[in-house]
């Protein structure tokens, strides 16, 4: 897949640069990945898990408090162990992302052995679809297949780094990219009223002014968009 950088440097969007080498560094230990079989990349992502695991870091951290937070019920050592085998997964799902967004899609898409509830996926009334998969498993994954069955367009954040990598693999079965804007609300409304799928990450924090609110999840106020309820409520769609 081409992924050329001409530019000396890559623009973020708060105005900061990713250095060339640092961005040459990236894209070249994504190719190198891209090349091993999934059992080898899930198992350098199981170690690197364990580095996480055994390392001070926020992420330890975070996880372990809100594991308590949301399974209070769990002793401290079933607390750890969840924690531990959750950080573990976290570490595969990183070092499968080469081989998911580089591979062409024929050679990517065999790798789904099986889809549940794949009837809630026919539109028959012709209304459109929303469909939400949030940044846990393989979403990546889903979000290729879902393009693969019809038209989608797929809500996004652009990246600081790599964010031509990430568009082009999404857009390789064909989904329509969609940024988290005004223009990018009116594209999954467009797509919509077509009958086409709608592809959001419904767990990506919002801003306040673009409409949030406070719901229960697992028992705790979370910052959670209004975007899905307003799209179905414009769209019609289910």
């Known amino acids: 897949m081409p992924c050329a950088v001409d530019q000396a440097s890559l623009a973020m969007p ?3 640069v990713v250095p060339r080498w640092q ?12 090349v091993l079989p999934l059992g080898v990349l899930h198992a350098i992502g199981n170690l690197v898990g364990w580095i996480v695991i055994l390392w001070p870091n926020r992420q330890r951290r975070n996880a372990l408090i809100n594991i308590g937070l949301c399974l209070p019920e769990l002793s401290p050592r079933q607390a750890i162990a969840l924690r531990n085998r959750c950080l573990r997964e976290f570490g595969k799902t990183y ?3 080469g081989r ?4 062409p899609p024929e050679r990517v898409l065999p790798l789904v052995r099986e889809v549940r509830g794949a009837e809630l996926l026919q539109d028959p009334d012709g209304r459109g679809l929303i ?12 979000g290729l297949h879902l ?9 996004y954040k652009p990246q600081k780094y790599l964010d031509d990598v990430i568009v ?7 989904a329509t990219l969609a940024p988290i804007s005004g223009r990018g609300i009116r594209a999954l409304v467009l797509g919509l009223s077509r009958g086409e799928f709608a592809g959001v990450l419904p767990d990506q924090e919002p801003r306040a002014d673009k ?4 719901a229960p999840f697992f028992g705790i106020p979370a910052w959670t968009m209004l975007l899905v309820n307003r799209l179905a409520r414009k769209s019609g769609a289910r």
């Open 14 to 16: 708060e105005g900061k």
């Open 23 to 34: 961005d040459r560094g990236i894209r070249g230990l994504l190719r190198a990945l891209s």
């Open 95 to 97: 070092l499968e992302m």
């Open 100 to 103: 998911l967004w580089l591979r």
């Open 131 to 142: 469909v939400l998969s949030p940044h846990l498993g393989a979403w990546e994954l889903a």
């Open 147 to 155: 393009s693969s069955l019809g038209p989608t367009t797929i809500f």
């Open 168 to 174: 082009n693999a999404r857009k390789r079965a064909g």
């Open 211 to 214: 409409g949030a609110v406070f």
